[in-house]
């Protein structure tokens, strides 16, 4: 059984009543709420716990990591986002959500700003899939709409996606590449647009059906990490 | 359960008693063999059975189809190879292995002339696992040795692959991309360069778990194919 | 020189007197026109001439192909599509304008169908670049905006682009990518969205900017066409 | 005219007298110069001049950064790796050679280890193009053979790259992703694997050729970087 962990910094539910009513588990509480009842296995972990909830023995314990942050990327400790970096690099898969896009581990595995455009103007998005054949769009129609949700627009400062899944189209005239899949090391990484604090996203069913398939897309492969380093000729090198 | 339909021209079989030896129930039956074992629904179908055993009714009963030809792949009727074209466009996988890559399907789904450079001399080949974070690798090590292949080597004449996750290493100097995915439609390929016929090279437990990976790896997803044609606006447009 | 040869079926500009109104030397003559003043070595070619106007000669004299059909894909004869095809592969760039993603050399290039939603009611098209590092966005801003055009949305039935340079937000709520770049054998390719019959589209200076970007980017490299077939090894192969 | 900067850490050069005979005057010395013999405008930079000879006012007159470090990559500051990471996000030109695969500035860039493995034993290396379509391999045969040079071997734990161009063949029985483009942000990246210190490979015509190819390749757009952060709409949001 897939043993997912979903990150939440967890502190818009704490300040602001609207975020509170929406969500009073958490995002984390409702994203690991519908995992569960997928039958998944499946914790959380936010940025108040120790080690922000994510020690070497949670890391070692999970296959893939859903993240959400907004207000205090800055406040994860490096540190922590160094191991969350190997993990990836040594198989656990990631699913960075919404505006994890400005998160510490996500700009360290894309290697770019992942700066974009944005605007909170109750914008309405409709999520078009663009890869059908792709495995996290399994059981959805032609698009995902959003009644309201926060814009998100190009350019999106990002390497070119190994496999481009969704395309958003808001109201205000933008357009995003808002499905996002990578592949670093030995793990696989979904980054997906929606899902501001203020809007019930993540209660729309194929919101939670795109979650779904992307935490089981993402679960690691079963085998040791390749060996790098000084290597001893395989066949007769000739003498010269 | 994963339907596969396994498809050869089953023509070396019955011409060359090497071939026989080898594989006595066909090239078609020791691929159905071992993926039989591994749990999943498999049927064969050969080139001299009517409509090449790939009616309208084994095609939409078939989730992903294998297929291995060589001598005869202008003895495959076109209008066979437009109802497979079309069932890939529709989601189902296909998985071609070696010399497959001049059957007339493949190069209908590439585009391409899909030529290359080959030799029959008994090279060894050492396939190297390129993306070790592929479904497709799990379970393997960092590369499979086979003693004794046919020499496939580049330029491939492919489009770049979607995702490239073996390359093979031949002991008479050349290199080749020997495990090539590609998403064309709603379906999902995989070329696989292994296995020419003088050798027993479907019996490699490596060639097998690769095999058994991929198909898993290809099978469709639950959806409709997406509309198209004529579409009425879904937002309103303003008069100018 | 950069030598382009404009290829158009010229069909819309002898029966529709508004497209004859936009463009009274045809949809080849404007696009010429322009590429001309930008120093380049252009002709042009069309569908009712001999051979289509793409006779042996003019094709191995033609660096980069554009390419403009809608009415009449199904005339254009199989056996001049192959020899497009064929001097793609050899090396020749092809840039396909709109309702080209129909004509036969794209869907044979593509091995798709390449079908995609169309809707003729005068959306507002906003092209936005998703790729600000491509040679084919020299010279442009974020987007390019278009008061009215044809409608074309997702999904589009393509293989994910090699490079996505163009994706264009529509009016009426599609998407579309509409810039997209392929590699060919020696070949490279640009598919480009706008330029509808009944919209003066080609006089539009991004646009011109963009087709005169991509027949730049599209120039042949000078080499020799890989060898295929047969190949004596480079090294040594043991006796086993 | 392409201004370039080759930037090397210049210290094998002072340490091993078969270096300094190969390279008197320094790997960036021999790369400078036939580039400077191609008509581009070439400078040098190397670590331990002030600020490892990329000032800021150096930096921005550079459109293409040549890269060569091994021995020192710790020692080059932060600082200035955060200022190339800008520039080459700002659209600058990245070439990577060798064992800069273990820079910070292109770790950073990849988001990866880059981890390899390697010898030192005098492995003959063949030089595979698996693209030839791609600029970088203009004017090239099928292969580049190096009698001699270090050995890297597969994984490189690098992402997918945008295009791969070349897979190498070493003798003792190893393959390589030897040249790989990279677009990030506005900026264009090539990394290219010969060129250990103690061989003359840098004298040798076809590397010179891919690296001033690359060069050319490289140079960055000319457009303003896009706009970021919060955007009004373009066009009316309705009331909901």
Known sequence: MVKVTVWNENRHEQKNPVVKEIYPQGIHGAIAGFLGDKGLDVKTATLDEPEHGLSDEVLSNTDVLVWWGHLAHHEVADEIVDKVHQRVLDGMGLIILHSGHFSKIFKKLMGTSCDLKWREADDKERIWVVDPSHPIVDGLGETIELEKEEMYGEHFDIPAP??????????????????????????????FRPGHETYPTYYHPDIQKVITNAVKWAQPVKRNRPVYGNAKPLEAISVK
Do not use: A, H, K, P
């Open 162 to 191: 190994d496999q481009l899944v969704f395309v958003s189209w808001f109201e205000g005239g933008e357009v995003f590449r808002s499905g996002c899949t990578y592949q670093r090391g030995n793990g696989r990484i979904f980054y």
